[in-house]
């Protein structure tokens, strides 16, 4: 059966593996290092129900990274307490500068049970849909805008600059001689480029 103590579990979570570490909670000795798991949900149901075996309560938490809130929704959708970590606002010591994944994940679940991390704000779906919906609207406007600055660019003589909105709704001049003889391709597209944009 297990124990009514508190587990703290620190993860370095990556792309391809977690790497775990524990430390329970009234105890002075070091985390324990359990290991690297994968990343699939039935690598982390394996390891949630060990490190449940020797403990009736545990705290995960993680630092904040470019794998994403996955991880925390699947701990919390299963009932479980997850933090993920501002990685800039955790504790380091001066001169500490080796960065291992065992290293992490015994330093999280240390500085966890001392409650020195700041965890971060987890969007919900909903929110990160609205975020990813914007980032695509907005890269979406600059490939147009740079579709319709680029017959300006490509007729206009080197060293010429357009200034003026004036300047830049009129309709481009043909290409000049040189233009059109080092850049056929170029001159090939602009009446479709040009009439895309319109």
């Not at 324990?32 to 403990?55: C, N, P, W, Y």
């Not at 800039?88 to 500085?111: F, H, N, Q, Y």
Request: proline share 8%.
């Amino acid at each position: 059966m297990a124990n009514s103590v508190t587990l703290f579990v620190g993860m370095d979570v990556h792309k391809e593996s977690i790497s775990v570490a524990y430390c329970r909670e009234h105890e002075s000795e070091p985390p324990h290092f359990v290991g690297k798991i994968g990343t699939r949900k039935a690598d982390i149901e394996k390891m949630v129900r060990r490190l449940q075996s020797k403990a009736s309560y545990l705290v995960f938490a993680y630092e904040a990274g470019p794998c994403g809130y996955v991880l925390y929704r699947h701990l919390t959708s299963k009932g479980l307490e997850c933090r993920v970590i501002a990685p800039s606002l955790i504790p380091k010591r001066p001169g500490d500068k080796v960065k291992t994944d065992r290293r992490d994940s015994v330093e999280i679940a240390r500085l966890l049970r001392s409650g020195d991390l700041t965890p971060v704000y987890v969007p919900l779906v909903e929110d990160e849909a609205i975020r990813d919906l914007c980032r695509a609207r907005d890269a979406a406007r600059m490939v147009l805008k740079s579709a319709k600055l680029r017959p300006q660019v490509l007729s206009s003589p080197p060293g010429a600059q357009l200034h003026r909105q004036s300047q830049l709704d009129q309709r481009p001049p043909p290409l000049p001689v040189h233009c059109r003889l080092s850049d056929t391709c170029s001159a090939d597209r602009l009446p479709g480029i040009d009439s895309s944009c319109r």
